[in-house]
C-alpha cells in the first residue's frame, strides 16, 4: 500500500511564499510515478495544478505558470511544490497525487489559505 504525508501549508498573505512538500511511502517504484498537485477551492471543483514525471517533465495549470514549481527528489520519494507570489484565489486544500500506471493514490490534502 503506498501512502502520501503532505505538509507544509498555511495561512499566508498575498505575495508571500510557501512551500508543500509530499513524502511517499510503500510498494511500487517512485522513480516511475507521475506525481501531481491539485487542489480544491470552496465551491469549485478539484484541479490539476501541477504534475512531474519521473524524468523530471513537468506541466502546470495555467493560473500557476511562473509562479508555482514543481520538483521532487527520487531518493527521499519527496515532491514539492513551490508557490510564489501567492493569490487569495490559490486558497485552497491542496492535494498530493501519485499515479503508478493504472494505480492512483492521494494525500490526505492540506490547506492553504491566502489572505488579502
Same mark, same amino acid.
Given at each position: 500500500?503506498?501512502?502520501?504525508?503532505?505538509?507544509?501549508?498555511?495561512?499566508?498573505?498575498?505575495?508571500?511564499?510557501?512551500?508543500?512538500?509530499?513524502?511517499?511511502?510503500?510498494?511500487?517504484?517512485?522513480?516511475?510515478?507521475?506525481?501531481?498537485?491539485?487542489?480544491?477551492?470552496?465551491?469549485?471543483?478539484?484541479?490539476?495544478?501541477?504534475?512531474?514525471?519521473?524524468?523530471? *517533465? /513537468?506541466? =502546470?495549470?495555467?493560473?500557476? #505558470?511562473?509562479? !508555482?514549481?514543481? +520538483?521532487?527528489?527520487?531518493?527521499?520519494?519527496? &515532491?514539492?511544490?513551490?508557490?510564489?507570489?501567492?493569490?487569495?484565489?490559490? *486558497? /485552497?486544500? =491542496?492535494?498530493?497525487?501519485? #499515479?503508478?500506471? !493504472?494505480?492512483? +493514490?492521494?494525500?490526505?490534502?492540506?490547506?492553504? &489559505?491566502?489572505?488579502?
Amino acid at each position: 500500500q503506498v501512502q502520501l504525508v503532505e505538509s507544509g501549508g498555511g495561512l499566508v498573505q498575498t505575495g508571500d511564499s510557501l512551500t508543500l512538500s509530499c513524502t511517499s511511502s510503500g510498494k511500487y517504484y517512485f522513480t516511475i510515478a507521475t506525481m501531481a498537485w491539485y487542489r480544491k477551492a470552496p465551491g469549485k471543483q478539484r484541479e490539476l495544478v501541477a504534475a512531474i514525471a519521473g524524468d523530471g *517533465t /513537468a506541466n =502546470y495549470t495555467e493560473s500557476v #505558470k511562473g509562479r !508555482f514549481l514543481i +520538483y521532487r527528489d527520487n531518493t527521499k520519494k519527496t &515532491t514539492w511544490l513551490q508557490m510564489n507570489s501567492l493569490k487569495p484565489e490559490d *486558497t /485552497a486544500v =491542496y492535494y498530493c497525487h501519485r #499515479k503508478n500506471g !493504472f494505480n492512483f +493514490y492521494w494525500g490526505p490534502g492540506t490547506q492553504v &489559505t491566502v489572505s488579502s
